[in-house]
Every structure is written in structure tokens, then in C-alpha cells.
């Protein structure tokens, strides 16, 4: 009884019956969003940047911490695209696999901040009691400059891809629980929810059926901010040496070394610059092109 | 014909009368701009100008006097003065605020005439009780200075002449010079604000000013010193710590000295006119790979014999230090009493060899390799040593730290594992290097390592009269085979201190101390 009042209560495509998938109605416009204009070339930039990390192992001529004998700060030929380092190793196939350092970090990292801060937002949008614990704590997380909080981290934890990680994972969660809290907030008080609430529907089974999927498109597009901000927290990481541990590449590390030798042998960074500028682009056309879809 | 001649002559005595004058007006002119610009460096030295010089590490007043910061020793080598200097090529100790000395026979005393003429920047006399102030202060733990045990060694003072002093030993003591060429004497009135940061008083030509602290030191021109007159009006340390900042800053013209570049970004300023690069022979560094024997992995000798083996020292030089330096397996440079080039090659580069020991000793834990953070030769060094590792099987871990962290851990003995850094001292007496350096000091090193007959060989070479002679020149064979033996410190290049320039700077110099030495230095285009 309670099922189909529920049904009757919320609307088309924003109260799914209980086996369908949620919001049926607008999932193709993010598709279609994402299949021309600013997101289609969003997809390909990021598509070319993480196929080349993915085909790492067959593209590099040399592994990526290989110190080839003789060839000490080598400028850009047939046997060495991007030359090589101050310690022989080959720029580019450290290039190819400096990307999955920053992949792993894009699409590992963000997501899981951006799932927990889903959750703490989903929570504290629900009680009071533990909405002010949330956001006085994403106050005091908020309050630090990104890279203050990845220097603070640092000097807890040392440097490395974990602290990368901690950082981007503490940045993110407050982004993500105000953005949830925020849209909850809305959603809520629409008369669906408000139906279902009426005809006893539990918290957990309204933020599940009906909060959450009403509140995902603006998720999704700071999703694609939040990975491109990412690239640029392991980047400024990495380039202040707080971030990847040498030898082990990625693309902020990689323009760190480029940066070193930029009077004397300039292409070093080219590579790392040109896939960041990519990646961050990518993912930045992406988000605009999600937003452009959802306010239309 | 006369009346055609006639113009032509007299066109042409115009032409080059015109001609004189033009140049004679334009070598005016440069002269008179070149005394614009405080003169050239053709027209001589000239006065003014304050040189920007800039420091890897930051002071730490607690350490001032460990030799283990840029702007600790720059500051303490123009601030403040020593009672006897050596000069780089030699161990013969020249006047300084000391005008003579006496050796007593037994080599348990030795009594030094001071300058009468030498004031204090605080305007008060320098007398004998100063100088046993500054001895005792050295030999006091609480300031970690790496002299402590000689300046302890000493154990009388004799001050009763303002003008005279006169040192009582424990024991002979072979480099009581050395600590007399780096003991900086200061000022018994202002320790505490010396434990503070907030004054410097030496007897040196410039005074110290001010210090704030990760941005710099300013120093001014000691208007009553004693000896000649320095030719800057001042200096100002800058606190630049990313090498790559210091290169950019020297390009730009913020800074007039760097002392922090990495052997790359000398090399390339060397290659440009703009800039001079100099190389001091006789304050030689050398890097080396330490190994902490509270680490149980790292006891078994054999793998420290594959370690000194498998490191391809000459890359090294090369490729990171550019070619300026000379692979190593005992920390002395040539000019030393130590030295002893067979010896230098007992673990000359054999990958094959390492291999073998590492085969014997079964699988290997991955070490820890802490080295100093955001130094590109430091950086550079630990990945080819890593890979030269890895390559017979040693798996490592690096890990960069900041450095003053880094000689923290050096001075209390706390890295765990492998690390990577310099060392100074080796230019001395060698006993300094075997009783007073953190790394190697035979009481209590940074490895953790203690032997009955390294102590023995250290002791033996410290407690006797002559740092020089033959029986001196016994016990360094000695102690060169305790340390190829024991192999807590694995060698791996002396290099010799290299300092970048603007064109326009002239006339810096390098003591032994590894100081600058800007008594004579100008400024000139």
C-alpha cells in the first residue's frame, strides 16, 4: 500500500518505481552532452591522456626508473623523443608512465572523497546534531589553503602518493558534503519526499530513492572539477617535492625536473605540461559541458 | 696643384683631429661612467656596494657553530674572527687576533700573543679572557660544536696577561691549530643573545645587523676594524632554499653570490660571460654514503663491502658533479697527510663483485636512503646510488628529508638506515676528522659504530704533538684500513667548494673553514 502511494507520490523520472534505475529521464542529456561539442572534445582529451598511461608498457621504449648508460642529459632525438634526465633516463616513457601516477590519483582519490563526503553530507543534511559537526568541521578544513594542508599534512605523514592522497581526499570531502547538503536541502522539501515521508517512509529509504538520485547531476559536474583540481594538487605537490617519492614519476614531478634544467634543455617539460594542460582540460570541458546539459 | 693639395691636406688633419677628439671624448666618457659604477675592475678595487649573497639553509642560533648552514657560516666567517688562520693550500697556522705563539716542548701548553689593537663591535677590547670564554663555550655539549672534545681538552687558562694567553692540554694535542683556525671568538657579554638570534658580536669586518629569520641577514662594514678596511658597505645573506631559486635569482640579478646551485647550474653558468664560477681548492667536501649500524640489516659487513663495490663513483663525478671532483673510498683530498691513493682504490667500482657478496648473504630487506630534500645533486646522487643498488640486488627506499631535520638526525644519530650527504673537516688534521666529526667522530658517530682499535687509531693520532710527521702518517695507514674495514661511511667523492658569481663581483675568497672570505671582496662592472 505505502509502496504505491509512494509511487503515485513522487514524480515521473524523479521517484523511479522501486526495480527501475533512477532519473531514466535525464541520463541521456548528460550523455548527449558528452558526445558533442565542449564534451566531446573533453572525452577525447582525457580519452588520449588515459590511453596513453593505459599503453604505457607497450608505447615506452624504456622503463620508467631505467638509467640507460651514456646517455646523460640527451636533447630530443629518434632514440630519445624527449631527451633524457640529469640521471639517464629516458623523459618520455617516464612521461607515459608519470600519467597512471596522476590517473590513479584523478580517479581513485577524488572518488573516494567525493563518496564520503556524499555521505557525511547526506547525514548532516538529515539531523541537525550532526549537520553542525559537519560543517564546522568542513569549516576548519576549508579554512586552509590547499597547499598549507598538503605542507600540514606532509610534515605528519612525509611525503609521497599517500599524502597526495590524504590531501586530495581532505579537500575534497568538504566540497562534495556541502554540495550533497546543499541539494539534499532542495530535494527535501520537495512534495514527493514530502509525500513519502507523510506515508512513513523511513530516512535511509528516502535519501536512497528519492534524495540522492534528484541530487546527482550537480555531483557528477563537480566530480569533473574536483578531478581536474587534482591533477593540479598532485602537480604542486610533486613539483614542491611533498608529493610522488623520485624515482617514481608523474606529471608534477616530471615538471619539477623539467623546470630544473629549463635553461639548458627546455623540452624536458614540454611532455608533462602538454598532458597536465590536456587532462585538466579534458575534465574542465567535461564539467562545463555536464553543467551547460543540466541547466538546460 | 698646391691650391688643389692644399684642402685635401687640410681636410684630412681635420678628419684626424676630429677623429682624436672623438675617441678621447668617448674614453671620458667611459671612464667617467665606469667611476659612476664605483669604477672597473681595470681601474683597481673600489669601495661600495652591498653584496647579495645567497644561502641554501637558514641559521639555527643553537647551531651556529656546527658548520652545517650557508648562512651560519657566512655569518660566522665575516662577523667574527679566529686566532690563527690557515691558508687553503697548507696546515701552517698564519697570524690572525693572535700575533705569535709558543709550543712548550712536551706539547702540553701553548701560549699565544694577542693583538693589542682589536676591539669587540660592542667597542669593548678583546683580551685573553675572551678568548678562554670562547674556548670554554666550545667545549660546553649543550652546543653540539663538532671540536667539542678538543676544546674540552684543554683544561687550563692562564689570562693573567690581557694581551697573552696561555692553554694547558690533557694530552698533546696534534690539531690544537685546527681548533684555533675554526674557534670564531665572541663576545662573553652577548651570548645570550647570540642563544637568541638577535646579536653577533665578533671582532670581524662587518657587524652583524639583523637576522630574520628564513628571509635573511644583513650585515654592515665594521668602521673601526682592526685590520684593513673591507670595501663592501655591507652584505646581505639571503635565505634561498631551492637551488633552482637561487639559479633564477643570480640570472635576474637579486642575488651577486650563490652558494647553494647544483653542479648543473654551474656548469651552465660557467659557460656564460655574465657570470664567474670559482673553484677553491683546499676546503674540499666529500660526499659519502652513511650507514646506521643500529639497523641490523646493515651489521653484516659483507653487505656494506657490496654496497662500496657496487657504487659507480666515477658517474657519479661526472655526470652529477659535471666532472668537478675525484671518486673516493677515504674521505681525504690529495693535499692531506692521510691520503693514500692505493688505499683509494680498495673498493674501486665492480658490480660483479657486489653481486657475488649479495649471493652470499642471501635476500636483502629494502633499506631506507634518506638524503637531503630539494637539493638536485643530493637528489641525483641517491637515485644512481639506488639504481647502482638495485642493480646487484640491494633494494632501497628513498627518502628525502628537510635538512635541517636531516642534520638533526645527523647529530643525534637517528637515521635508521643509509644516507647520503657531505662532509667537511678532511682538509685538516686528519685526527679533527676522526675525533670531532659527527659521521666519523670515533666516541659517537651518526652510524652508531664503536671499535676498540678505531678509537685506539683516533685517539693516537689526536693525542700527540705533531699532526704531520711521520708517526702521524703511520697511525692515518691505520685508520685508513678501519675505515675500508668497517665501512660505516661508504666514500664516494671529494669535491672541491664551487661558488657562482655575477661578472661584476671580484676578489671573494674561501677560507679553509669553507667560509666566505669577503675581507677584499668589491663590486665593480
Redesign the interface.
Known amino acids: 500500500m505505502s509502496e504505491s502511494l509512494i509511487d503515485v507520490a513522487a514524480p515521473e523520472g524523479a521517484a523511479p518505481r522501486p526495480d527501475d534505475e533512477p532519473d531514466q529521464r535525464r541520463r541521456p542529456g548528460a550523455r548527449s552532452a558528452l558526445r558533442r561539442g565542449k564534451g566531446l572534445a573533453g572525452v577525447l582529451l582525457i580519452g588520449v591522456v588515459v590511453a596513453l598511461g593505459l599503453l604505457a608498457p607497450l608505447l615506452a621504449p624504456y622503463g620508467p ?1 631505467e ?1 640507460i648508460p651514456g646517455a ?1 642529459l640527451v636533447g630530443p632525438s629518434g632514440a630519445h623523443w624527449l631527451g633524457t634526465d ?3 633516463r629516458d623523459v618520455y616513457s617516464r612521461t607515459l608512465y608519470g600519467i597512471r601516477t596522476d590517473l590513479v590519483v584523478v580517479f581513485l582519490a577524488v572518488p573516494i572523497g567525493a563518496v564520503i563526503g556524499i555521505l557525511v553530507g547526506l547525514v548532516s543534511s538529515w539531523w541537525t546534531f550532526t549537520d553542525v559537526i559537519a560543517q564546522r568541521v568542513f569549516d576548519l578544513v576549508l579554512a586552509f589553503p590547499t597547499l598549507i594542508l598538503a605542507i600540514a599534512l606532509t610534515a605528519f605523514v ?2 609521497g602518493l599517500r599524502t597526495v592522497f590524504f590531501v586530495i581526499i581532505a579537500v575534497e570531502l568538504p566540497v562534495f558534503g556541502r554540495l550533497t547538503r546543499t541539494s539534499v536541502r532542495t530535494v527535501r522539501e520537495m512534495p514527493y519526499v514530502e509525500a513519502a515521508h507523510v506515508v512513513g517512509a523511513g530516512s535511509w529509504w528516502q535519501l536512497r530513492r528519492h534524495v540522492l538520485p534528484n541530487s546527482w547531476e550537480p555531483l557528477l559536474v563537480q566530480l569533473a572539477v574536483s578531478m581536474s583540481v587534482a591533477v593540479f594538487i598532485e602537480g604542486a605537490m610533486s613539483f614542491l ?1 611533498l608529493g610522488v ?3 617514481h614519476p608523474s606529471l608534477g614531478s616530471l615538471i619539477r625536473d623539467g ?3 629549463m ?2 634543455a627546455p623540452f624536458f617539460a614540454v611532455g608533462p605540461l602538454a598532458l597536465v594542460v590536456a587532462l585538466v582540460l579534458g575534465l574542465l570541458l567535461v564539467s562545463q559541458a555536464l553543467a551547460e546539459a543540466r541547466r538546460s | 696643384m698646391r691650391r688643389e693639395r692644399r684642402p685635401h691636406l687640410l681636410r684630412g688633419l681635420a678628419l684626424t683631429l676630429a677623429g682624436l677628439l672623438v675617441v678621447a671624448v668617448v674614453s671620458a666618457c667611459s671612464s667617467a661612467v665606469g667611476e659612476a659604477n664605483g669604477g672597473g675592475s681595470a681601474s683597481g678595487p673600489s669601495e661600495g656596494g652591498v653584496l647579495r649573497v645567497g644561502a641554501g639553509s637558514d641559521l639555527i642560533p643553537a647551531s651556529v657553530f656546527t658548520n652545517s648552514s650557508d648562512v651560519a657560516n657566512t655569518l660566522v666567517g665575516t662577523v667574527y674572527e679566529s686566532l690563527v688562520d690557515y691558508p687553503t693550500d697548507s696546515l701552517e697556522p698564519q697570524p690572525r687576533l693572535a700575533t705569535s705563539w709558543q709550543q712548550s716542548d712536551d706539547g702540553l701548553s701553548l701560549t699565544l700573543q694577542l693583538r693589542d689593537d682589536v676591539t669587540f663591535h660592542s667597542g669593548r677590547d678583546l683580551t685573553s679572557e675572551d678568548v678562554e670564554f670562547s674556548i670554554r663555550t666550545w667545549a660546553d655539549p649543550a652546543w653540539t660544536v663538532q671540536l667539542q672534545r678538543t676544546a674540552a681538552a684543554i683544561t687550563g687558562f692562564d689570562t693573567s696577561d690581557p694581551h697573552a694567553i696561555t692553554l694547558t692540554f690533557a694530552h698533546p694535542l696534534s690539531n690544537v691549530f685546527d681548533l684555533l683556525d675554526m674557534l670564531p671568538i665572541i663576545d662573553s657579554e652577548s651570548i645570550d643573545q647570540l642563544r637568541e638570534g638577535t646579536a653577533y658580536v665578533g671582532t670581524g669586518p662587518f657587524v652583524f645587523e639583523s637576522w630574520t629569520p628564513s628571509s635573511k641577514v644583513v650585515l654592515t662594514r665594521n668602521e673601526d676594524y682592526w685590520g684593513e678596511q673591507p670595501l663592501l658597505d655591507g652584505v646581505e645573506i639571503d635565505v634561498v632554499t631551492d637551488p ?1 631559486a637561487q ?1 633564477s635569482q643570480l ?1 635576474s640579478g637579486q642575488l651577486d653570490v650563490a652558494l647553494g646551485l ?1 653542479d ?1 647550474d654551474r656548469e ?1 653558468f660557467e659557460k656564460d660571460d655574465a657570470y664567474s664560477v670559482t673553484e677553491f681548492k683546499g676546503a674540499e667536501n666529500a660526499i659519502y654514503l652513511g650507514a646506521d649500524l643500529a639497523n641490523p640489516d646493515l651489521r653484516e659487513v659483507k653487505l656494506r663491502q657490496a654496497i662500496a663495490y657496487a657504487l659507480d663513483r666515477q658517474r657519479i663525478v ?3 658533479f659535471r666532472g668537478a671532483g675525484t671518486p673516493a673510498n677515504l674521505p681525504w683530498p690529495e693535499s692531506s697527510p692521510a691520503y693514500d691513493a692505493r688505499a683509494n682504490q680498495t673498493y674501486a667500482y665492480d658490480a660483479a663483485k657486489a653481486e657475488e657478496l649479495v649471493s652470499q648473504l642471501g635476500d636483502q630487506p629494502t633499506l631506507p636512503l634518506a638524503y637531503p ?2 637539493n ?1 645533486n643530493f ?2 646522487v ?3 646510488v ?2 647502482n643498488l638495485e642493480a646487484v640486488g640491494i633494494e632501497t627506499k ?3 628529508q628537510e635538512y635541517s631535520q636531516f642534520i638533526k638526525q645527523l647529530i643525534g644519530g637517528t637515521f635508521g638506515g643509509l644516507w647520503i650527504l657531505e662532509h667537511s673537516y678532511a682538509q685538516y688534521t686528519p685526527s679533527t676528522l676522526t675525533v670531532s666529526a659527527y659521521p666519523f667522530n670515533a666516541d659517537k658517530n651518526a652510524s652508531h659504530f664503536s671499535s676498540p682499535a678505531y678509537q685506539k687509531h683516533a685517539d693516537g693520532a689526536w693525542q700527540r704533538d705533531s699532526g704531520t710527521d711521520r708517526g702521524a702518517v703511520r697511525i692515518y695507514r691505520q685508520l685508513n684500513q678501519d675505515l675500508l674495514d668497517n665501512l660505516f661511511l661508504i666514500e664516494i667523492a671529494v669535491t672541491p667548494p664551487r661558488v657562482a658569481t655575477t661578472a661584476k663581483v671580484h676578489d671573494i675568497g674561501l677560507s679553509k673553514r669553507n667560509e666566505l672570505d669577503l675581507g677584499r671582496a668589491y663590486l665593480a662592472d
Open positions: 626508473t638509467q646523460n640529469e640521471v639517464n612525509g611525503p617535492g617519492r623520485p624515482p623546470v630544473r634544467n635553461y639548458d | 633552482q639559479a640570472r647544483t648543473r651552465s661526472d655526470e652529477v630534500a630539494g638536485g637528489e641525483a641517491a637515485q644512481v639506488q639504481a628513498l627518502e628525502p
